[in-house]
């Protein structure tokens, strides 16, 4: 079974910069396609970034494109999110996430698309 955990998050003034962990346990990790989604209270949970273990491409939301960076660590498990120009807007719970299937590149990625989940990390941004 995989297991994901988040840390990273934290207060940040806007502009400011935050990096996001996503650690993964098991042995399946070089395989599949990684994620980071976020949900801000009283909105339903919305795609940032993905990124393919075993090819290194990635994909990202239009309201983060240029200011976010999603990158992996193989030999650490690790996926991050380097996340730069921060806004208000982002304020929200970011969440790791993991692909149902193998070697699956999606250029819209979707929630149902993944099935381990971490327990998430809070992000907020002050004005």
């Known amino acids: 079974q995989v297991q994901l955990k988040e840390s990273g998050g934290g207060l940040v003034q806007a502009g400011g910069s935050l990096r996001l962990s996503c650690a993964a346990s098991?042995?399946?990790?070089?395989?599949?396609?990684m994620g980071w989604f976020r949900q801000a209270p009283g909105k339903e949970r919305e795609f940032v970034a993905t990124?393919?273990?075993?090819?290194?491409?990635?994909n990202y939301a239009d309201s983060v494109k240029g200011r976010f960076t999603i990158s992996t660590d193989n030999a650490k498990n690790t996926v991050y999110l380097q996340m730069n120009s921060l806004k208000p807007e982002d304020t929200a719970v970011y969440y790791c996430?993991?692909?149902?299937?193998?070697?699956?590149?999606?250029?819209?990625?979707?929630?149902?698309?993944?099935?381990?989940w971490g327990q998430g990390t809070q992000v907020t941004v002050s004005s």
């Open positions: 996430a993991r692909d149902k299937k193998p070697f699956r590149w999606s250029e819209h990625p979707i929630v149902a698309e993944f099935d381990y």
């Open positions: 098991g042995r399946t990790f070089n395989n599949y396609v």
């Open positions: 990124i393919s273990v075993y090819g290194g491409r990635t």
